[in-house]
């Protein structure tokens, strides 16, 4: 079964400083790859996605991801951050199942804190 | 505008109680989902549909059911709620059509059990 691994829980960082998130999936012949953002007390919406091509993805208020398959990788960056920018930040892949449709499997999720 | 609403944002409910979460999309999307969110374990889905009255289970289904009678509308039931259901319960939706589709979030439901 696909999985992905977020392998930090919180990640503080000043104002203005650039940051990284990072996620690792289970290995697989394909592969559609999501960061969702979640602010407080709210759903999860969209940041960005990879599904082919390019491996460096732009998504919405500065994010970028970049895809790396040999090293099962797609870590979130961003150059520099606000203090709007904190939030919890999930890592997602979407998952075939035996039925033939899809399910999307999460990470466990990491908390951006920006600083003043 | 794409649109995931969950009935109730809040709700308490005693021990032993049945417990229904309501979710509806208007997005004519074929599949469902529910999830549930706890600090440190991330988002773990509990079941999904991907058609009218078709579900699966997910990674913890044990003491949660779902129902599905419209294409729209996708319900959680807790049959005899108990505290470590406590939690925040997520309702999202996606297409079955196309590649790597977005899978859409409500606002969430927190559910308090006592």
């Known amino acids: 079964a696909q999985s992905v691994t977020q392998l930090d829980s919180q990640v503080p960082v000043f104002e203005e400083a650039p940051v990284e998130l990072r996620c690792n999936y289970s290995?697989?012949?394909?592969?559609?790859l999501f960061w969702y953002v979640q602010y407080p007390n709210q759903g999860l919406q969209l940041l960005l996605k990879?599904?082919?091509?390019?491996?460096l993805v732009k998504g919405i208020n500065g994010f970028e991801a970049e895809f790396n398959k040999s090293q099962t990788s797609f870590h979130l960056r961003k150059p520099s951050v606000h203090i709007s920018d904190t939030a919890e930040y999930f890592c997602?892949?979407?998952?075939?199942?035996?039925?033939?449709?899809?399910?999307?499997?999460f990470g466990t999720g990491t908390r951006l804190k920006v600083l003043a | 505008d794409v649109k995931v609403t969950q009935s109730s944002r809040y709700l308490v409910k005693r021990t032993g109680e049945k417990v229904f979460l309501e979710c509806v999309q208007d997005?004519?999307?074929?599949?469902m989902f529910w999830y549930r969110q706890d600090p440190g374990l991330g988002l773990r889905l509990i079941y999904f549909?991907?058609?009218?009255?078709?579900?699966e289970k997910g990674d913890i289904p044990e003491g949660y059911s779902v129902s599905r009678e419209k294409k729209e509308r996708f319900s959680l039931i807790l049959e005899s709620a108990s505290t470590n259901q406590t939690s925040m319960y997520l309702c999202?939706?996606?297409?079955?059509?196309?590649?790597?589709?977005?899978?859409?979030f409500g606002e969430g439901s927190w559910l308090t059990v006592v």
């Open positions: 999202a939706s996606s297409s079955r059509q196309g590649l790597g589709n977005t899978i859409y």
């Open positions: 290995s697989s012949v394909s592969v559609y």
């Open positions: 990879y599904l082919s091509g390019s491996t």
């Open positions: 997602a892949v979407r998952s075939t199942t035996t039925s033939g449709t899809y399910k999307y499997i």
């Open positions: 997005m004519d999307h074929e599949n």
């Open positions: 549909s991907y058609d009218v009255k078709m579900k």
